[in-house]
């Protein structure tokens, strides 16, 4: 499984991003699909994950900012990020479970000015 990430940058306090990360492979395997990120200094920690079924999970520190979406079809995970903090600052990536299996994409950088 090998996973692409899009998006991301540089933006204001407030503003909003949109990440994308499209999974190819063997992508029949896969039952999860989120986002982690990790910011200098810090682990990497979850941000938002969704099952084919569509259960999502949110760390507390962005629910009600961040939603996360996944259209099957195309194979592809969504995170739109919304009144962003400068501490949301940190490289994401796109994460795939599938079995025993973890797969990373290649992290996206996500900077948000004060």
């Known amino acids: 499984v090998q996973l692409q990430a899009f998006g991301g940058g540089l933006v204001q306090a407030g503003g909003y991003l949109r990440l994308s990360c499209a999974a190819s492979?063997?992508?029949?395997?896969?039952?999860?699909m989120g986002w982690y990120r990790q910011a200098p200094g810090n682990q990497r920690e979850l941000v938002a994950v969704i099952s084919n079924g569509g259960i999502t999970t949110y760390a507390e520190s962005v629910k009600g900012r961040f939603t996360i979406s996944r259209d099957n079809a195309k194979n592809t995970v969504y995170l739109q990020m919304n009144s962003l903090k400068p501490e949301d600052t940190a490289v994401y990536y796109c994460n795939a479970v599938g079995g025993s299996f973890r797969y990373w994409g290649q992290g996206t950088q996500v900077t948000v000015s004060s």
């Open positions: 492979g063997s992508i029949f395997s896969i039952n999860i």
